[in-house]
């Protein structure tokens, strides 16, 4: 079933009467998981909903909903690596009291395969005993992910992984450029989720350039890149900024190794100005993509975003010099 065919099942079973109580939403695509939550949300809340029942997407509730600001609806998220069995006792607490805004309180688990065993047995008796208008959204990669007890008493709703092309379009539809939408497409989705929160076409452009020449400084193995870092891209140096920016550089690392290696696949103008101007250098590519993902690593380990940078660089230098040799 389509992501879009799932929704309008949604939208006819909150029409008619008929939404159950508890849902697993699985599937290896979080975008995609959020964006039926999202229009779930809108169908409960919509106050000027087609006569099949679908959410208008404009209305003020819609647009709150949107932005995840409605106030009868809560999502629970890991502590640290798992679901604690506290957590569950607060969303048990939290849908024993009465809406604020609505008719119905819903609770979104994201990441419901972390919970521990206690967190999960007391799940159970969410699941057992539901109160009526109270709704729970588990999002899983697979229903083996949870107990068989817990199994039992969901609703699976599996959610497809999106076809490149079909992100494009959807990213299109919200006023994204084709070459960004083309470019997210084969980067990991945190890199669109990051940008998608406030996009500016201009902004995205200027980093993307920013990185373009950043790497230019890894590839020739110029230490000039930390003076790059502290100078260009100091102002925008978090760790999240800089997660979404390695996965960028590993993606251009990878086609730059494609173009060296004759490899049939499209490529980016950037990585084709980049040998040009600097020559071929495949041993230095296969030693970045090493380099990149221990700065990823680095980065994941709360090493700062702006150490993390600068270590590269010098590790770029020493690869290259030490291949020279």
Not at 276 to 293: E, F, R, Y
Request: aromatic share 8%.
């Amino acid at each position: 079933m389509q992501e879009q065919a799932i929704t309008q099942y949604l939208y006819h079973l909150v029409e008619t009467g008929q939404l159950a109580h508890a849902y697993a939403l699985t599937g290896s695509h979080y975008p995609s998981k959020q964006q039926v939550v999202v229009s779930l949300i809108q169908a409960l809340v919509c106050t000027n909903k087609t006569s099949q029942g679908e959410p208008c997407h404009h209305c003020d509730a819609c647009l709150r909903a949107k932005n995840g600001q409605i106030a009868d609806v809560y999502t629970l998220k890991p502590a640290g690596t798992v679901i604690k069995v506290d957590q569950v006792r607060q969303i048990n607490e939290w849908l024993a009291t009465k809406p604020l805004e609505t008719y119905f309180k819903l609770v979104v688990i994201e990441q419901a395969e972390t919970l521990n065993l206690n967190a999960a047995n007391g799940m159970l008796k969410l699941l057992e005993e539901p109160d009526p208008h109270r709704y729970l959204l588990l999002m899983v990669p697979e229903m083996s992910d949870l107990l068989p007890t817990i199994q039992s008493r969901l609703q699976e709703l599996p959610i497809p992984v999106p076809t490149s092309a079909q992100q494009v379009a959807d990213w299109r539809a919200q006023g994204v450029s084709e070459f960004h939408g083309r470019l997210w497409s084969a980067l990991p989705d945190q890199v669109a989720d990051y940008w998608m929160a406030e996009y500016d076409e201009a902004a995205v452009d200027q980093w993307i350039k920013a990185l373009d020449r950043f790497y230019q400084y890894l590839y020739t193995g110029n230490d000039q890149g930390i003076v790059y870092i502290q100078t260009r891209l100091k102002k925008q140096l978090d760790s999240r900024w800089c997660r979404v920016s390695l996965d960028y550089l590993i993606g251009f690392n990878y086609q730059v190794m494609n173009a060296l290696t004759g490899a049939d696949a499209p490529s980016y103008y950037a990585v084709e100005q980049l040998i040009q101007s600097n020559g071929a250098k495949l041993h230095q590519v296969l030693c970045l993509n090493d380099l990149l993902l221990e700065a990823m690593e680095r980065l994941e380990a709360n090493v700062s975003a702006q150490l993390t940078l600068e270590r590269l660089v010098l590790r770029a230098e020493d690869a290259l010099a030490n291949h020279n040799v």
